[in-house]
């Protein structure tokens, strides 16, 4: 049975980026090589491209991707018939940076509040400081 599995430059699973594109390398242990398959799977899990390759191939670029989540997988199969795949991973791809709105503020002599609206899910965290400058004479 063919050996595959992912190796440099690709991402991690359940990578979360900010680029259009989606490269894949893989390795492979098998010396009857016949195809290598890359395909690429839409959050709906359509399938979007699969390219298969008899000349030994280890890479894809997919690219112009829009936003969203994609999974991929690569299968090998030898000259016997025997095939292998590498796990599915998982990619979401976001290039579109997040908008504030309704920004507002209330601050007192011992807090403040501030609010605002965003058109993403989002964790977020404020920090400010308090600058107190005395001129002595």
């Known amino acids: 049975i063919p050996l595959i599995s992912f190796t440099t430059g690709t991402q991690l699973n359940n990578s979360y980026v900010s680029q259009n594109n989606i490269f894949v390398n893989v390795s492979v242990t098998e ?35 829009l936003d969203g ?37 209330s601050v007192t002599s011992s807090s403040a509040t501030i609010t605002w609206t965003t058109n993403e899910n989002a964790n977020s965290n404020v920090s400010f400081f308090s600058s107190f400058h005395s001129r002595g004479r």
């Open 31 to 65: 010396i009857n090589e016949y195809t290598i398959t890359f395909s690429l799977y839409n959050s709906t899990n359509d399938l979007i491209n699969s390219t298969s390759f008899t000349d030994f191939t280890r890479k894809i670029n997919w690219t112009g991707l």
């Open 69 to 105: 989540t994609y999974y991929y997988i690569v299968t090998v199969n030898d000259t016997s018939g025997n095939s292998n795949s590498t796990e599915t991973r998982t990619i979401t791809l976001d290039t579109t940076a997040p908008t504030l709105s309704s920004i507002s503020s």
